[in-house]
């Protein structure tokens, strides 16, 4: 049973910084293309980032030089580090990640839990 668990979320005041992980248990074959995603109160869920597996990464004009997304692919996970926080960057937080499954090498696409941001004033 493949899972994204995310973790590192809480609340923070403008200015501030969070780390977020996801974390990808279970057996797989292969870890390609991961994302990170946020919903906010009322909006669609927006890409803010993403990690190929050559480590090329691509972020939303949003938070273009505030946040760093990276991966530790012995670990199996993905990080966000989110730095200069805005109001604005409130939402939850999802990651997502195109998975090589063992038993039958199809790609699938994972979604994690979520984990809330919440950024003050």
């Known amino acids: 049973q493949v899972q994204l668990v995310e973790s590192g979320g809480g609340l923070v005041q403008a200015g501030g910084s969070l780390k977020l992980s996801c974390e990808v248990s279970?057996?797989?074959?292969?870890?390609?293309?991961m994302r990170w995603y946020r919903q906010a109160p009322g909006a669609q869920r927006e890409l803010v980032a993403t990690i190929t597996s050559t480590l090329r990464t691509n972020y939303a004009d949003s938070v273009n030089g505030r946040f760093t997304i990276s991966r530790d692919n012995a670990k199996k996970t993905v990080y966000l580090q989110m730095n200069n926080l805005k109001p604005e960057d409130t939402a939850v937080y999802y990651c997502n990640a195109d998975i090589l499954r063992y038993y039958d090498s199809f790609r699938e696409l994972f979604w994690g839990q979520g984990t809330q941001v919440t950024v003050s004033s």
């Open positions: 279970g057996q797989i074959l292969r870890l390609d293309d």
